[in-house]
């Protein structure tokens, strides 16, 4: 680096959480190897992770949804509420670089916690704005990582179950305007340990691959 170079700030990763089990959990081991790939194509800038578990926030309540209903009135009385957690969700969102989701499947499609930071940052007349054309988002778009872990089988040909949360998931960061979302799935944990050190192996092959291929530059940090 030159002395007229300024030197960049590290990229600013957002990891939530959804599993019960948290660090323990497939969807969270998976994710550190999205971190390490990450990591990686940073170099000297490096990264800086915000760890979110999402386990503990609360749903959405009344005055949350009579805000929302009332977008033309006072919204005073709900800022004690979850409206105010609501804002705080978004602009965490909207600070970072990069959004990594450690998330395992449950009953087909995303875990109830990840389900309550949707309700929470997908907003209306905040995150996406309801035109005649339809729902057009207003988050500027930035990369997002996705670490799934699933007892059963939802790709290839041993899949014999429904698959929900990724189409869902990507149809709902892309209503509010992220549509760079790469999926990563570690298959079959139900099925016993030899079965889970193969599926361990597999994904992380997968990451390693992704990452080994990627000419994609990363996001500059100037996102709002």
Not at 17 to 36: C, D, R, V
Request: proline share 6%; hydrophobic share 45%.
């Amino acid at each position: 680096m030159t002395s007229s170079e300024q030197p960049r700030a590290p990229l600013r990763i957002l990891r939530l959480i959804a599993s019960p089990n948290g660090q323990a959990s497939e969807s969270f081991k998976l994710s550190q190897h999205i971190l390490l790939g990450l990591t990686v194509q940073a170099g000297r800038r490096g990264i800086q992770v915000t760890d979110f578990d999402l386990n503990d926030l609360a749903p959405v309540d009344a005055g949350y949804a009579q805000a929302l209903a009332n977008l033309g009135g006072s919204v005073a009385a709900a800022q004690d509420g979850t409206l105010n957690r609501s804002d705080e969700l978004i602009g965490q969102l909207q600070a970072c670089d990069l959004l990594l989701i450690a998330t395992p499947m449950h009953n087909y499609s995303v875990p109830a916690p990840l389900k309550v930071w949707i309700d929470h940052v997908v907003r209306v007349g905040i995150t996406f704005l309801s035109t005649a054309a339809g729902k057009v988002g207003t988050v500027v778009d930035r990369p997002v990582y996705v670490a799934v872990a699933s007892g059963g089988y939802i790709s290839g040909p041993n899949a014999r179950q429904p698959d929900f949360l990724r189409p869902y998931l990507s149809a709902v960061l892309a209503t509010i305007g992220l549509k760079q979302v790469n999926y990563f799935t570690l298959e079959g944990t139900a099925r016993g340990a030899e079965f889970l050190q193969a599926a361990r192996a597999a994904a992380q092959a997968e990451v390693q691959g992704f990452f080994a291929a990627s000419s994609k530059p990363l996001p500059q940090g100037q996102h709002a």
